[in-house]
């Protein structure tokens, strides 16, 4: 299993400018999840998704959107790029919100800068 | 809102030497979570703690949840240089077990 991928693994975006981030899962879970991290900084949670077709916002959602249209993937959309989006972005997977299974598996990572 | 932290933010000890991060939350947490990250890497799980007053231990590490479920702790008894990294508490608030409110973290520099 290659566990949480992510694409790509560094971005440089002109301010205005849109990409969408790449998060697949080969572990057949449930609940996936988008955080970013900002430099010496704990991470955020910006949108989640508890199954296909189902998707809400975390604590930072603001200037992102998200699609589930499968169990395995889940990109992240940024529309108008902005300088605060710089940061590293984190794609997680748990198998469900039951403790004892919730524990988060995450991808390596796409830094992201914003000139 | 709901706030998790974390102290110290930075810790250097000589290898051999006890380290110990302390998390506190403003709320009660139906469970709390301890993540490993290394420098340029991703977080790692580590442990879940879910009972009031709760310890567990993983060799050297040692994990205990609060009997208010409103903090915990991790300890590491003697250092090693591969304890290297930022240890992150994730807690999860009453009622919302999938959405985790990660600390500030704690970085660990082990000197040799």
């Known amino acids: 299993n290659a566990g949480v991928t992510q694409t790509p693994k560094f971005r440089i975006l002109k301010i205005g400018q849109s990409m969408t981030l790449q998060c697949t899962q080969d572990m057949n879970h449930n609940y996936m999840y988008w955080y970013r991290q900002d430099p010496g900084m704990g991470l955020k949670l910006i949108y989640y998704s508890v199954g296909a077709g189902i998707t809400d916002k975390g604590e930072v959602p603001n200037g992102y959107n998200v699609s589930r249209s499968t169990t395995e993937d889940f990109p992240l959309r940024l529309e108008l790029a902005a300088p605060s989006q710089t940061s590293v972005y984190f794609c997680?997977?748990?198998?469900?919100?039951?403790?004892?299974?919730?524990?988060?598996?995450f991808g390596p990572g796409t830094r992201l800068t914003v000139l | 809102g709901q706030q998790v932290m974390q102290i110290p933010q930075y810790q250097h000890v000589q290898e051999g030497e006890d380290f110990t991060t302390y998390c506190n939350s403003s709320?009660?947490?139906?469970?709390i979570q301890w993540y490993k990250q290394r420098p340029g890497g991703h977080p790692v799980f580590l442990i879940q703690?879910?009972?009031?007053?709760e310890v567990k231990k993983q060799k050297r590490l040692t994990f205990q949840f609060g009997e208010a479920k409103k903090n915990s702790s991790l300890h590491i008894t003697a250092t090693q240089t591969t304890d290297v990294g930022t240890y992150f508490c994730a807690g999860a608030p009453g009622g919302a077990t999938n959405k985790l409110i990660f600390g500030t973290g704690t970085l660990l520099a082990v000197q040799p």
């Open positions: 997680a997977s748990s198998y469900s919100a039951t403790a004892g299974d919730n524990e988060q598996f």
């Open positions: 703690l879910v009972k009031s007053g």
């Open positions: 709320t009660t947490l139906s469970n």
